[in-house]
């Protein structure tokens, strides 16, 4: 099959390479028909993830047909689904709790070492992520085997296209989790840093769990359009000062929740011995940070902070201060996305939340790697990448 | 006799976790909560020759009798480590303590206990002292080919555990040839 494959920094290309097929029970083979390019594989594309290995398949956010299935897979062949990135078992005591990125079983025993060591406990495996998050082949290809088949997978009914429902795979929950961490009560105003993919989902979110008013925080002018478009006031850091237009928004009292998606794309799991290097990249510098930072300063006398960015090792000058002082509450984590499929899929299929605003360009997998650098290079247009493996690369 | 107290106990942390390693003498432990019965990890666990199935490095297990098992286990480097095992204690559901006979590769003993623990389902914890084959330098050999014991059992436990909660045990691997090829 063809694939898109990592072989460095700035350097992934589409290849020939082995097909997939059942090995576990529970497993299935899903035909892609639609696969995008995350925030978080551009940590990838620049190097700054450790355990990739050469010719690692990429993606982790992709939907298809189902073309095979193995004996203890629900689903049915010619189904079509779309796949969380979060691979959990379904069965651990996690998963029990609904806390599937937290589940035991979805990383081979051997990958689980690393994630010890840096943060205490394994979590669940990842599609197209590193060796550190389990190692499997991702999305970015023409088919991919989905382990554990039977509690992932949503599937999709006839008619509905793949645009409106592909992001069910990561974003969309991300963000949706994101304002549940919030807490909402009625009234509130929630502040978010950032209007990426996560960001923009998480101020529909917000607002759909009742709250008042959303205030959006960013600097690409395109961004914070889309933002406005879905109700939410905007402030470009870039041309404001954050701190005080929120205060003098606010009455004075501060957002009654903030939500910090700026470093969001990122699902990426650093650890220590490589966070010299990311803290001198751009992808973990003051600015990041520098947003975490101002949320907690900004954010009301016992708020929530929901903190769907990732920050894989250390942080510097955390304001411990400020979150004990003031009594705020902290939330995070990675997205729990078999938990929120059917709800969302269903706010989706009855239009209370817009999926296909995002996507800027569409284009064949075989162009993939031209797709990673506009994505890369072209953030303030190039909002959201799809590639299609069926799609021809004459259109 | 298989020793799992301290002689003079000051906190409740398991004699395993002591910073005082003098001696040859290798003891290791881990811990795995395992979200099935007791009474069925146990039995899961009692019938040896299953094993393999997760445990790596073991190659086979031929079964005796009720108490003895031949053990063939993978070393460094293509080695081969057999040897003959007892149990020499057993309490039905709870755990089994073993005793490896003289003349084998490796002298070991251990125990395995299996703790009922509500709603979290079972605790099982593997606790065994061995001598090194080779000493230190087997230790350090066996170590870079991540072979060696602490990190070997840890694995086995979290492969047990998928193999009972999810019915398989997780691969990355694409395809069945790239699997073949991983199990080598």
């Given at each position: 099959m063809r694939a898109l494959t990592w072989h460095g920094k700035h350097d992934v290309r589409v290849e020939t390479v082995d097909d997939p097929g059942i090995v576990n029970p529970r497993d299935a083979i899903i035909k892609v028909t639609s696969t995008a390019i995350c925030g978080s594989d551009l940590h990838l594309y620049d190097h700054y993830i450790p355990t990739m290995q050469a010719g690692d398949i990429l993606g982790h956010e992709f939907m298809g047909e189902v073309v095979e299935i193995g004996p203890k897979s629900t689903l049915k062949i010619g189904q079509r689904a779309v796949v969380p990135f979060t691979i959990a078992c379904g069965s651990c005591y996690h998963c029990g709790k609904a806390q599937f990125s937290a589940c035991?079983?979805?990383?081979p025993a051997d990958n689980q070492d690393i994630a010890r060591e840096a943060y205490g406990q394994p979590m669940s495996g990842l599609f197209g992520y590193s060796h550190m998050t389990g190692g499997y082949s991702g999305g970015?290809?023409?088919y991919v085997r989905v382990p554990f088949s039977d509690v992932g997978p949503i599937v999709i009914p006839e008619g509905i296209e793949d645009d409106k429902v592909l992001f069910l795979s990561d974003i969309l929950p991300t963000g949706w989790m994101a304002a549940e961490n919030c807490d909402i009560e009625p009234g509130d105003t929630v502040a978010v840093w950032g209007c990426g993919p996560v960001g923009l989902f998480a101020v529909q979110s917000a607002f759909l769990l009742g709250a008042e008013r959303v205030i959006a925080i960013d600097h690409f002018p395109k961004r914070l359009e889309l933002a406005r478009r879905f109700g939410a006031e905007t402030i470009n850091f870039e041309e404001s000062d954050t701190y005080e237009a929120l205060m003098l928004m606010t009455g004075g009292i501060g957002p009654d929740a903030v939500i910090d998606?700026?470093?969001?794309e990122a699902h990426g799991l650093f650890v220590d011995n490589v966070v010299d290097q990311i803290k001198a990249?751009?992808?973990?510098?003051t600015e990041r940070t520098h947003a975490i930072r101002q949320a907690i300063i900004a954010c009301r006398k016992g708020g929530r902070v929901s903190m769907?960015?990732?920050?894989?090792g250390f942080v510097d000058k955390f304001p411990l201060g400020a979150l004990m002082e003031k009594g705020l509450t902290l939330r995070t984590g990675q997205t729990h996305v078999q938990k929120y499929l059917p709800a969302l899929l269903a706010a989706v299929l009855e239009d209370k939340?817009?999926?296909?605003?995002?996507?800027s360009h569409r284009l064949p997998l075989e162009d993939a790697a031209e797709g990673y650098k506009l994505f890369h290079d072209q953030q303030n247009e190039a909002t959201k990448v799809v590639l299609k493996p069926g799609l021809s690369t004459a259109t | 006799m298989f020793q799992t107290e301290k002689s003079h106990p000051r906190d409740d942390a398991a004699v395993v976790t002591s910073k005082d390693t003098k001696g040859s003498r290798q003891l290791l432990a881990s811990s795995v909560t395992i979200n099935r019965p007791a009474s069925e990890v146990y039995a899961f666990f009692r019938d040896f020759a299953q094993l393999p199935q997760f445990m790596e490095n073991i190659e086979r297990i031929d079964v005796l009798d009720d108490k003895r098992s031949h053990w063939v286990v993978k070393g460094p480097a293509d080695s081969r480590y057999e040897w003959d095992s007892r149990i020499i204690d057993e309490i039905e559901g709870q755990s089994l303590t073993w005793q490896s006979e003289d003349g084998g590769d490796v002298t070991n003993s251990g125990r395995v206990a299996f703790a009922e623990a509500g709603a979290r389902g079972t605790v099982v914890t593997a606790t065994i002292a061995y001598e090194p084959p080779g000493g230190i330098l087997g230790k350090l050999v066996a170590k870079l080919f991540q072979r060696e014991p602490s990190i070997q059992t840890r694995r086995d436990l979290r492969r047990l555990k998928q193999l009972l909660e999810t019915g398989e045990i997780a691969t990355a691997a694409r395809n069945p040839a790239i699997f073949a090829e991983q199990e080598g």
């Amino acid at each position: 099959m063809r694939a898109l494959t990592w072989h460095g920094k700035h350097d992934v290309r589409v290849e020939t390479v082995d097909d997939p097929g059942i090995v576990n029970p529970r497993d299935a083979i899903i035909k892609v028909t639609s696969t995008a390019i995350c925030g978080s594989d551009l940590h990838l594309y620049d190097h700054y993830i450790p355990t990739m290995q050469a010719g690692d398949i990429l993606g982790h956010e992709f939907m298809g047909e189902v073309v095979e299935i193995g004996p203890k897979s629900t689903l049915k062949i010619g189904q079509r689904a779309v796949v969380p990135f979060t691979i959990a078992c379904g069965s651990c005591y996690h998963c029990g709790k609904a806390q599937f990125s937290a589940c035991d079983n979805g990383l081979p025993a051997d990958n689980q070492d690393i994630a010890r060591e840096a943060y205490g406990q394994p979590m669940s495996g990842l599609f197209g992520y590193s060796h550190m998050t389990g190692g499997y082949s991702g999305g970015q290809a023409e088919y991919v085997r989905v382990p554990f088949s039977d509690v992932g997978p949503i599937v999709i009914p006839e008619g509905i296209e793949d645009d409106k429902v592909l992001f069910l795979s990561d974003i969309l929950p991300t963000g949706w989790m994101a304002a549940e961490n919030c807490d909402i009560e009625p009234g509130d105003t929630v502040a978010v840093w950032g209007c990426g993919p996560v960001g923009l989902f998480a101020v529909q979110s917000a607002f759909l769990l009742g709250a008042e008013r959303v205030i959006a925080i960013d600097h690409f002018p395109k961004r914070l359009e889309l933002a406005r478009r879905f109700g939410a006031e905007t402030i470009n850091f870039e041309e404001s000062d954050t701190y005080e237009a929120l205060m003098l928004m606010t009455g004075g009292i501060g957002p009654d929740a903030v939500i910090d998606a700026v470093g969001l794309e990122a699902h990426g799991l650093f650890v220590d011995n490589v966070v010299d290097q990311i803290k001198a990249s751009t992808f973990l510098g003051t600015e990041r940070t520098h947003a975490i930072r101002q949320a907690i300063i900004a954010c009301r006398k016992g708020g929530r902070v929901s903190m769907p960015a990732v920050y894989g090792g250390f942080v510097d000058k955390f304001p411990l201060g400020a979150l004990m002082e003031k009594g705020l509450t902290l939330r995070t984590g990675q997205t729990h996305v078999q938990k929120y499929l059917p709800a969302l899929l269903a706010a989706v299929l009855e239009d209370k939340i817009d999926t296909t605003f995002l996507i800027s360009h569409r284009l064949p997998l075989e162009d993939a790697a031209e797709g990673y650098k506009l994505f890369h290079d072209q953030q303030n247009e190039a909002t959201k990448v799809v590639l299609k493996p069926g799609l021809s690369t004459a259109t | 006799m298989f020793q799992t107290e301290k002689s003079h106990p000051r906190d409740d942390a398991a004699v395993v976790t002591s910073k005082d390693t003098k001696g040859s003498r290798q003891l290791l432990a881990s811990s795995v909560t395992i979200n099935r019965p007791a009474s069925e990890v146990y039995a899961f666990f009692r019938d040896f020759a299953q094993l393999p199935q997760f445990m790596e490095n073991i190659e086979r297990i031929d079964v005796l009798d009720d108490k003895r098992s031949h053990w063939v286990v993978k070393g460094p480097a293509d080695s081969r480590y057999e040897w003959d095992s007892r149990i020499i204690d057993e309490i039905e559901g709870q755990s089994l303590t073993w005793q490896s006979e003289d003349g084998g590769d490796v002298t070991n003993s251990g125990r395995v206990a299996f703790a009922e623990a509500g709603a979290r389902g079972t605790v099982v914890t593997a606790t065994i002292a061995y001598e090194p084959p080779g000493g230190i330098l087997g230790k350090l050999v066996a170590k870079l080919f991540q072979r060696e014991p602490s990190i070997q059992t840890r694995r086995d436990l979290r492969r047990l555990k998928q193999l009972l909660e999810t019915g398989e045990i997780a691969t990355a691997a694409r395809n069945p040839a790239i699997f073949a090829e991983q199990e080598g």
